[in-house]
């Protein structure tokens, strides 16, 4: 195992790329190209921040162009260098295929610590970001269209509609420059807790299947489940409250400060609360106190949804995990050699591009909308509601009974915008779950489910390259 200074995310990306495209039968050719990154993009440009000038480096790549736009989140962080971008950009293009998103991937990152700055100051560099990404049009609603990411959230990308909005006056499908932008600024219902929900239907479908528990230990189902989440961001908190309301139990969390444990589950919007009030997770009422964050990783627990950053599990405390379940909610948080440990040890590893991917999905919905513009809903809502009182009524004529109230609410109900986002979301989660295990099962020399996903998304990425007529 390489040390933590050596480790090239993007080598770690390349290399179950590469164990993948053995299941193929791809020209190596193909598989070069599916596998670079088409073009990348770093950047300086100078901010005044209070007296002095700051030079920020930040980066835009785009892995792949076998469909348009390339779509991928921008992430401010310390971290970000340029193989973390490639690798996260690479991980989008197969993501997006492997969901059936039409677009290709692509990642974004600045060099900075966004908790240093005012947010006066951090408009300002996610503005002046923006104009170096449209100067190169590497962004716009039929190229690149960047999204949240670790770091960034709705505010930022209403900051970079505007100043792609003002840039560009009169652009008509505009407001598709970017993606998870807030309800009133062109955003989608449902976007927020899309990937923590993407995670809880992912999981959810697998632990449904009976012959993947059995081998797991375990019962089907959610319910009672004993499950840890890292990380408190936007994917983790609502991937702990998705869990919770199925009927999961909560009885792990860990922040970069520190985590807590109660075998008799958390209810994570009161930690949240608390760490708000305290500054800190620690001391939440009824937990026991773990003192160095990492170390709730290895507690007993029968999922472990890692929903933080990359390489959090790797050579070291692989072989401490006690989870039977691992879901990705982060991207990248497991190393390939992670990766081998899971598999000797039976362990099932469900993969980021595929578990995290309903983020992108439902972006993909907002992008829709925005090109459309028009709310999801708005047209067919009342015509739903109206059917369906006539039918109720034909209903309690002919069998002389009532429907009581709250059935015929549930009945009467037409889907509104953040009902179709849900479902359309389910759906996709549920589809993507089906192919890859099924491709999973049909070769018994495929490793693992990370493997059968990228021969998915290698396929699926191939074709589209052939039906362009690029590769006869
Ligand atoms: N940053 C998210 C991801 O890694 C979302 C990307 C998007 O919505 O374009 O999947």
């Given at each position: 195992m390489s040390t933590q200074t050596e480790y090239s995310f993007f080598d770690a990306v390349s290399a179950s790329f590469d164990k993948a495209a053995k299941f193929t039968a791809w020209d190596p050719g193909i598989l070069e190209q599916i596998k670079q990154c088409n073009s990348v993009y770093r950047m300086f440009f100078p901010v005044r921040i209070g007296d002095k000038i700051e030079v920020i480096k930040a980066y835009r790549v785009q892995h792949s162009h076998h469909k348009t736009p390339c779509k991928g989140g921008i992430r401010f962080a310390t971290s970000v260098n340029l193989d973390e971008v490639m690798a996260l950009a690479a991980l989008m293009t197969y993501k997006c295929a492997i969901v059936n998103v039409p677009f290709g991937g692509a990642k974004g990152g600045i060099n900075i610590d966004p908790k240093k700055y005012t947010p006066y100051e951090l408009e300002k560099i996610t503005r002046r970001y923006t104009h170096e990404l449209i100067k190169k049009n590497f962004i716009g609603p039929g190229t690149d269209v960047p999204a949240p990411d670790y770091g960034t959230g709705e505010r930022e990308m209403s900051w970079i509609l505007d100043t792609y909005m003002s840039m560009r006056p009169g652009e008509i499908d505009g407001l598709g420059c970017v993606t998870g932008k807030p309800v009133s600024q062109g955003g989608v219902r449902g976007r927020r807790e899309a990937t923590g929900l993407g995670v809880f239907y992912g999981i959810k479908e697998i632990c449904s299947m009976p012959d993947l528990m059995q081998k797991a230990g375990l019962d089907t189902g959610i319910k009672g489940k004993r499950v840890i989440v890292q990380g408190l961001g936007n994917v983790g908190y609502h991937a702990a409250k998705f869990f919770r309301e199925g009927g999961a139990i909560i009885v792990g969390l860990a922040e970069f400060e520190g985590a807590i444990y109660n075998p008799t589950g958390l209810n994570e919007e009161e930690v949240v609360k608390h760490r708000k009030k305290e500054g800190t997770i620690l001391n939440f009422p009824g937990a026991e106190n773990i003192l160095y964050s990492a170390d709730a990783l290895e507690r007993e627990c029968d999922i472990l949804i890692p929903a933080a950053l990359e390489n959090v599990i790797n050579g070291?405390?692989?072989?401490?995990?006690?989870?039977?379940?691992?879901?990705?909610?982060?991207?990248?948080?497991?190393?390939?050699?992670?990766?081998?440990?899971?598999?000797?040890?039976?362990?099932?590893?469900?993969?980021?591009?595929?578990?995290?991917?309903?983020?992108?999905?439902?972006?993909?919905?907002?992008?829709?909308?925005?090109?459309?513009?028009?709310?999801y809903g708005r047209m067919e809502k009342r015509f739903t509601e109206n059917q369906n009182s006539i039918?109720?009524?034909?209903?309690?004529?002919?069998?002389?009974?009532?429907?009581?109230?709250?059935?015929?609410?549930?009945?009467?109900?037409?889907?509104?915008?953040?009902?179709?986002?849900?479902?359309?979301?389910?759906?996709?989660?549920?589809?993507?779950?089906?192919?890859?295990?099924?491709?999973?099962?049909?070769?018994?020399?495929?490793?693992?489910?990370?493997?059968?996903?990228?021969?998915?998304?290698?396929?699926?990425?191939?074709t589209s390259y052939s039906e362009l007529g690029i590769f006869p």
């Open positions: 070291e405390n692989a072989s401490r995990i006690k989870a039977k379940i691992i879901g990705e909610a982060a991207n990248g948080p497991l190393t390939p050699d992670a990766d081998e440990i899971f598999i000797k040890k039976g362990v099932l590893v469900v993969p980021d591009m595929y578990l995290n991917a309903g983020g992108v999905t439902v972006s993909y919905f907002e992008w829709l909308k925005n090109l459309s513009h028009v709310r039918i109720l009524e034909q209903i309690e004529q002919l069998t002389g009974k009532q429907v009581r109230a709250a059935e015929r609410q549930l009945i009467m109900h037409g889907a509104d915008e953040a009902d179709l986002v849900y479902s359309g979301l389910e759906e996709t989660m549920i589809g993507a779950t089906r192919e890859i295990i099924d491709v999973w099962k049909s070769n018994p020399e495929i490793p693992d489910m990370r493997t059968a996903a990228y021969v998915v998304a290698i396929n699926k990425v191939g």
